[in-house]
């Protein structure tokens, strides 16, 4: 019935089941996504290698950058495609030996010295590098059951191929102008040409050295031959595994799976590259990009045979310790501004290489305005003299990282090494003689530091001549400034006897200063016996870097041996030992690794006893996991004598003195040519039999007739082996000292061998080198010690008189030295006058 009304049932609006609709997919995707976005693989996960094919599915622009770089070449199987020399039968003559390299089928051979010392045939197995050289290798030794994916031995043969000049050259080691004799650790078959121990960890992936102690076998293996991928990004099973999830969103927890190096700090990237661009000694195995270098490793500071006295480079210390030394890492600057990370070549080869960063007004820098060169020369370069370089095995040039601006004014006062004198220098000054073996800056700097009279006036010249052309460019202003007067700081203290303690105390505890300087402050301050350089180190122990507090603790070690010494009575003792004992305890649970090692180190050389009076049970605890730490640090390179001397020291330390004699021994099994080992075995036997004769006497007749000559044999027989031991070290230091007549700072070798001297009754030899021990380091209490001690016992006493003197200046509250001083006193006044000589 039409009504005029519409009767019919409203309609539902459309928009309502879309909406629901929406709202359920929503809610799914919502739900996806929560799940997606929280998802993880968990805690336990650890990501595993997977090699280079892995990553090129998705990488291949980065793979194809990477391919024929130097890291993808670091090492490869000896081929026809790898192999740049000329087997060709050529003769390499070098020191009385002639080697000849030839091919033998598809082999590539060399007749060399072996291992014995005769002529043998050798098959190269592998290559190693690429330019501007490519060495070549040798599986000396491999064990007969072996598996197939295992290394044995590896040597590195001298013979070497200049890449450039195609050329065959004999790698001579530094400061050695004479034949290596196979028994020799540097001759190619020695310790130091070993791959598995000096090279392999930085020139393969995941390397795994798996030395065998009880066989003396190396089962070395690696994921990938060189430097590839997961060498910097660490193993990558987790970032495939998440890829390959096609999730929307990567791990919660682990992120994309692989180091987080791209972070608002630099410091994760440039520890990433540390490892192999450093000069530095293992903590811990197993390190992974991302994780922190202190923790596993103890980077060299700036020692006087690796670095200038104002932190430049002398010797190859592949880098990082010069960059952490420079104001560009200090403003974040990181290794892929300037190197293409897969390439790993510079992203320019011009001076864009600076100005694209140091973007000023237009011609501040790259002009001639700021250089006062002519463009175009390499004075006009920014690297020449901001980066100089310095050529290493003979034919690799590599750059100063410390990024600094040449300071002729330091050379002048110091004589410290600068840019303009480096370029400028010219042998064609000096007659003809005296310009053998300048082949560059640093020669000539080693033979001023020799002695030379005509090398170093004339760079004395040069220098002067340069600071003043710098004075007449820039008004006097040198650039140094305040913001890296530790560069100054540094060279004075090295340079001034006297003022050198104050000025290593002042530097340590300098904030603006790089944490490497202060640490090497602290180092040098290790020996020194004032109270205010102990309350520098103290002070030091507070500070936030695993460098600066671990160099702060051979002070602290010291402070504590002089305590035991001299303490008169408990009360003195504690009141004097107890804080000490209380930092170190503290700094065994100390967030690094590197600084637990050091306190550990040094809690070792303190009494258990008095170690426990102060401890409560955690610092007890805290002590024994850093002391296992610290054992495994030294075991981590178990093929290396050095390591096992260290563990024989340490074990003295605790008085577990058949653990000591192992370890030594150990040592010289290891490299019988090694020297160290044996004056310390031949001390702890001389002491153990020392031992044994007092406890024979005491027992008085409870001991049979057999038993005392059983006994008395035993002891004997140490006594000799212990004076045997000391002969064979004596030969080897003389050798050591020898080769070291080059190097700058050799005191402690000199002493050593003036001590050997002594023993072997060479007493004109003793008095030689204790003089020159003591040249070089005057204020070493140690040396003017043996110096007194040895001219009382030949009479001299006015020399002996003279040198206790010196003592006392150091230390006049030392009892010893006061001991001394006085009986040398009585002993002059009674002998006779000398009548004048006519």
């Not at 391919?67 to 003559?93: C, Q, R």
């Not at 290559?127 to 072996?146: H, I, K, T």
């Not at 927890?253 to 994760?268: D, E, F, I, M, R």
């Not at 230390?811 to 006519?838: C, T």
Request: include cysteine; charge should be negative; proline fraction near 5%.
């Amino acid at each position: 019935m039409d009504n005029g009304k519409d009767n019919s049932r409203p309609k539902r609006p459309v928009w309502r089941p879309v909406l629901a609709a929406i709202i359920v997919l929503a809610a799914v995707v919502g739900g996806y996504l929560y799940v997606d976005y929280n998802h993880t693989l968990g805690d336990e996960v650890r990501a595993t290698y997977v090699g280079r094919e892995s990553c090129i599915e998705c990488h291949q622009a980065e793979a194809d950058l990477f391919h024929g770089s130097h890291h993808d070449l670091a090492m490869d199987v000896a081929s026809e495609e790898t192999v740049l020399a000329k087997f060709d039968g050529t003769k390499i003559p070098h020191y009385g030996v002639t080697s000849t390299v030839f091919r033998q089928g598809d082999k590539f051979m060399v007749n060399t010295e072996g291992p014995d010392g005769d002529m043998q045939d050798f098959e190269v197995k592998y290559v190693f590098g690429v330019e501007p050289l490519q060495q070549y290798m040798v599986e000396l030794r491999r064990d007969p059951d072996a598996k197939e994916d295992e290394v044995g031995q590896l040597q590195v043969l001298r013979l070497s191929w200049d890449t450039e000049r195609k050329r065959w050259f004999y790698l001579t080691p530094p400061d050695v102008d004479e034949k290596i004799e196979s028994t020799d650790p540097l001759h190619w078959t020695g310790i130091t040409q070993r791959w598995n121990t000096s090279c392999a960890e930085c020139h393969s992936t995941n390397l795994e050295r798996n030395y065998d102690a009880r066989t003396g076998h190396f089962h070395t293996t690696f994921s990938e031959i060189d430097v590839s991928c997961e060498a910097c990004h660490g193993p990558g099973s987790l970032h495939v595994e998440l890829a390959q999830n096609k999730g929307l969103f990567w791990d919660k927890q682990h992120g994309y799976g692989l180091a987080k190096l791209k972070t608002a700090s630099n410091v994760p990237q440039v520890e990433a590259c540390a490892p192999c661009h450093s000069r530095r000694t293992g903590l811990c195995n197993g390190f992974r990009p991302g994780e922190r270098f202190d923790d596993f490793f103890a980077c060299q500071v700036l020692a006087d045979q690796i670095y200038q006295d104002d932190g430049q480079i002398r010797d190859e210390d592949y880098v990082y310790g010069s960059f952490i030394q420079s104001k560009m890492y200090h403003q974040g600057i990181r290794c892929t501004d300037c190197h293409d990370p897969h390439s790993a070549k510079l992203k320019y080869d011009d001076n864009r290489l600076c100005t694209s960063c140091h973007q000023h007004p237009a011609g501040k820098y790259d002009s001639v305005n700021h250089h006062h060169h002519e463009m175009g020369t390499p004075g006009a370069s920014c690297v020449e003299c901001h980066m100089p370089s310095t050529t290493y095995m003979d034919v690799d040039p590599r750059r100063d990282h410390s990024l600094r601006v040449p300071r002729p004014d330091m050379s002048v006062k110091y004589g410290t090494p600068n840019a303009c004198t480096a370029c400028h220098i010219d042998k064609s000054k000096l007659d003809p003689a005296d310009q053998e073996g300048l082949k560059q800056y640093l020669d000539w700097l080693i033979q001023a530091e020799l002695g030379n009279p005509a090398v170093g006036a004339e760079l004395k010249r040069v220098d002067q001549q340069m600071l003043d052309a710098v004075n007449q460019w820039y008004g006097g202003a040198t650039g140094a400034p305040v913001k890296t007067r530790y560069y100054e700081q540094l060279a004075q203290a090295k340079t001034s006897a006297e003022e050198g303690p104050a000025l290593m105390m002042e530097l340590a505890l300098d904030a603006t200063a790089p944490a490497i300087f202060r640490a090497t402050a602290l180092q040098a301050l290790g020996q020194d016996t004032s109270q205010q350089s102990l309350e520098t180190a103290i002070e030091a122990t507070r500070e936030s870097d695993a460098k600066v507090v671990s160099a702060a603790l051979p002070r602290i070690d010291t402070a504590i041996a002089r305590i035991l010494e001299r303490a008169t009575s408990a009360t003195e003792l504690q009141k004097q030992l107890e804080p000490l004992v209380e930092i170190v305890n503290q700094l065994t649970d100390h967030p690094f690794r590197r600084v637990r090692i050091s306190a550990a180190a040094v809690a070792a050389g303190i009494p258990a006893e008095l170690r426990n009076r102060w401890s409560d049970a955690d610092q007890r605890r805290s002590f024994e996991k850093a002391l296992q730490e610290y054992k495994e640090s030294l075991l981590l390179e178990n093929d290396r004598p050095r390591n096992h001397l260290m563990l024989g020291s340490l074990y003295e330390l605790m008085n577990q003195s058949q653990q000591a004699i192992d370890a030594y021994r150990a040592a010289i099994r290891l490299d019988p040519h090694f020297a160290g080992p044996r004056t310390n075995l031949a001390a702890l036997l001389e002491s153990n039999a020392r031992q044994m004769d007092r406890e024979m006497r005491s027992s008085g007749n409870q001991v049979s007739v057999a038993q005392l000559k059983q006994i008395t044999e035993q002891i004997q027989k140490l006594l000799q082996e212990a004076v045997e031991l000391r002969k064979q070290e004596h030969e080897l230091l003389a050798t050591d000292v020898r080769r070291s007549r080059d190097l700058p700072n050799t005191h402690a070798l000199l002493y050593r061998f003036a001590m050997s001297c002594y023993l072997q009754n060479e007493l004109d030899k003793t008095e030689e080198y204790l003089l020159a021990a003591h040249e070089q380091a005057p204020d070493i209490p140690q040396y003017l010690l043996a110096l007194s001690t040895y001219y009382r016992q030949t009479g001299d006493y006015p020399q002996a008189v003279k040198f206790v003197n010196q003592l006392l200046k150091i230390d006049d509250q030392n009892p010893g030295y006061r001991n001394l001083a006085k009986e040398l006193s009585v002993e002059l006044e009674s002998v006779p006058a000398q009548p004048d000589e006519k």
